[in-house]
């Protein structure tokens, strides 16, 4: 299992960087979805709150293929921008527990409800930046 530099966790956290899951169904179909509650639990894990539940394209491709591709990115008004991908797979799907509460109390707090709380363990961490693009960093 790779494990994400201590850069790469703290650009995951700011809350103005953009954040996309891309998943793949047992089809081969792919499916982005933007996720801005994406955050590190720990260096080898990542979870975002799922507002849609296991009915959502998201969810459903994770649980059956167990594989994402996640992207962080700031595009600034000049280059250089910075982006971030982490390939990994379908930890835990949570819907109670510390994990749970962390992750969707500031989504739950702003009126929305949570479905769940999906985790995803990083196999691959990657820096896709113009001046770095495909950079082993983990």
């Avoid at 296991?54 to 459903?60: A, F, L, V, W, Y």
Wanted: hydrophobic share 40%; aromatic share 6%.
């Amino acid at each position: 299992m790779a494990k994400m530099p201590p850069e790469v966790m703290e650009f995951f956290n700011e809350s103005l960087v953009a954040k996309v899951v891309a998943t793949e169904d047992k089809n081969g179909e792919l499916n982005v979805s933007p996720k801005g509650s994406l955050v590190p639990l720990d260096e080898e894990t990542l979870a975002y709150a799922d507002l849609y539940g296991p009915g959502s394209r998201t969810h459903q491709n994770l649980l059956a293929t167990g594989k994402a591709s996640v992207m962080a990115y700031r595009v600034t008004a000049t280059p250089p921008f910075t982006a971030y991908q982490v390939k990994g797979h379908l930890g835990q799907s949570l819907t109670s527990g510390p994990v749970f509460e962390t992750v969707a109390g500031p989504i739950v707090a702003m009126g929305m409800e949570v479905k769940a709380v999906n985790t995803i363990k990083v196999d691959k961490v990657s820096s896709e930046s113009p001046l770095e693009p495909g950079k082993k960093l983990g």
